[in-house]
């Protein structure tokens, strides 16, 4: 299973970024696909997930209207576009794969809104 990001940079207050996760070794449409993230001295926290299936996404609070989570299942690729972000958006992005109990995480890419 390999997980690669890419997309984070730096970016001013109220600036857009998307981020992708390029997935393989796995069977991708099969599993749930989400983005977390990690601030400077705090925990990971979860972003946003979009479920194998029907597609249905969930978001944290922080980033409801924000941000969008899409998955393209025959590019083997998940998205996060986020707009209008703010300087407490500075962190480092994960993706993550998850189906049952199995999990794996990507190196991350980070992201800093500051002007």
């Known amino acids: 299973v390999q997980l690669v990001e890419s997309g984070g940079d730096l970016v001013q207050p109220g600036g857009s970024l998307r981020l992708s996760c390029a997935a393989s070794?796995?069977?991708?449409?099969?599993?749930?696909m989400s983005w977390y993230r990690q601030p400077p001295g705090k925990e990971r926290e979860l972003v946003a997930a979009?479920?194998?299936?029907?597609?249905?996404?969930d978001y944290a609070d922080s980033v409801k209207g924000r941000f969008t989570i899409s998955r393209d299942n025959a590019k083997n690729t998940v998205y996060l576009q986020m707009n209008s972000l703010k300087p407490e958006d500075t962190a480092v992005y994960y993706c993550?794969?998850?189906?049952?109990?199995?999990?794996?995480w990507g190196q991350g890419t980070q992201v800093t809104v500051s002007s």
């Open positions: 070794g796995f069977t991708f449409s099969r599993y749930v």
């Open positions: 979009i479920s194998s299936s029907s597609g249905s996404t």
């Open positions: 993550n794969a998850r189906r049952g109990t199995i999990t794996s």
